[in-house]
Every structure is written in C-alpha cells, then in structure tokens.
T-cell receptor, first 112, second 112 residues
Framework: KQEVTQIPAALSVPEGENLVLNCSFT??????LQWFRQDPGKGLTSLLL?????REQTSGRLNASLDKSSGRSTLYIAASQPGDSATYLC???????????FGKGITLSVRP | NAGVTQTPKFQVLKTGQSMTLQCAQD?????MSWYRQDPGMGLRLIHY???????DQGEVPNGYNVSRSTTEDFPLRLLSAAPSQTSVYFC???????????FGSGTRLTVV
C-alpha cells in the first residue's frame, strides 16, 4: 500500500528564506508526483507535476525534484514571501485504476 | 474557463436527508474522482471513474453512490446523510496517462 509522508506538519520562517519541503513515498512504482498548494478554505491548486522519467520541474521561484529510487521528492521555494503562506501537499499516482495518494501536507507560514 | 466545476459550494443537511453533489469538467478528461478532506485525515478517495459507464470504489465508499453517464459529469450522491459525512468534498479529473490532476474548488458539507 502506497503511503506518502510529509514532515514537519508545520513550518514558520521569516520572509526571504529559501525553503525545502520534503515528501517521501513507500512504493517507487509511480507514474508521476504532483505538488499542490491549498489556501485556507480553498481548493487545491497544482504547482508542479513531475513525470516518473523526470528528475525535476521548475516554475518561477519553485523547483521540485524527484528521486524515485529513494522514494523522495523535494519542493524548493526560493526567496519566500508572506504570500507563499499556505498548505503544500504532495501526491503520487501509480497509474490507471488507482488513486492519487496524498501526504497530509505541510502548513507554511512566512513571517513579514 | 476550462476546469472542474463543483456545486454547491456550501450545504447544510439534516441527518437522514439525501442530496447530490455535482461535478462537471470541460477538458474531456477520462478519469474523474471524488475525495473528502477531513482534519488530521488528509484527502481520501471515495469513488472514481475511468470513463463513461465505469465507476469503482475508493477507500471510503460507504454511504455514497456515483454514476457516470457522460464524460463531463460525475455526481456524488449521499443516500442518507450522517454527521460523519460532514467534510469538504473535492472532485478531480485527469487524462489517462502521465498528466496531472485538476481539482474543483470544493463543497463544504455540514450534516446536523
């Protein structure tokens, strides 16, 4: 059974710091891994999608890496801003007829 | 705008009432699914569908029914609402293959 872990559950940093959010998964036979952002009371916004054949993806200040063999992904946020405050969820998909398995998320607070 | 549309956004039900949560997507995605999100439990899969006429159960299907008569629509029916079904419900869709998921904005359901 696939399990996805995100530690710590919460993180508070001052503005301007570079951040690394970690995600680990138990079954390396994944098709892709997706990072989402969720603001309080809102839906999930996709940030980055990494295919199983890829090592990393970048979008603006965000960079996500994937190491399938070790079952790990990291989301790097450069020069954090208060507007980055949200919950960040990673999820893995192991293919058709199977579910998207989520971690419980990391709640990030960036202090001005 | 292309995406996943959920209605209603908020709903209060009395125990024993039934209702249908609506989900529609206009991206011609084959795969659609329903998740519920509860504090401390993360996102859990209720039901999913890989195409019109095909549905299957996820982790927590009890008390819910689904059908998929068209590619675009995937309604979730609560047969007899219980307080344990108080949650935020998300519908999601994707194309089969190495594509990311798109989520709706959610329905916040309270059962009293």
């Amino acid at each position: 059974k696939q399990e996805v872990t995100q530690i710590p559950a919460a993180l508070s940093v001052p503005e301007g710091e570079n951040l690394v959010l970690n995600c680990s998964f138990t079954d390396s036979a994944i098709y892709n891994l997706q990072w989402f952002r969720q603001d309080p009371g809102k839906g999930l916004t996709s940030l980055l999608l990494i295919q199983s054949s890829q090592r990393e993806q970048t979008s603006g200040r965000l960079n996500a890496s994937l190491d399938k063999s070790s079952g790990r992904s990291t989301l790097y946020i450069a020069a954090s801003q208060p507007g980055d405050s949200a919950t960040y969820l990673c999820a893995v998909w192991t293919g058709a007829n199977s579910k998207l398995t989520f971690g419980k998320g990391i709640t990030l607070s960036v202090r001005p | 705008n292309a995406g996943v549309t959920q209605t209603p956004k908020f709903q209060v039900l009395k125990t024993g009432q039934s209702m249908t949560l609506q989900c529609a997507q206009d991206m011609n995605h084959e795969y659609m699914s329903w998740y519920r999100q509860d504090p401390g439990m993360g996102l859990r899969l209720i039901h999913y569908s890989v195409g019109a006429g095909i549905t299957d159960q996820g982790e927590v299907p009890n008390g819910y029914n689904v059908s998929r008569s068209t590619t675009e629509d995937f309604p979730l029916r609560l047969l007899s609402a219980a307080p344990s079904q108080t949650s935020v419900y998300f519908c999601a869709s994707t194309r089969l293959g190495d594509y990311g998921y798109t989520f709706g904005s959610g329905t916040r359901l309270t059962v009293v």
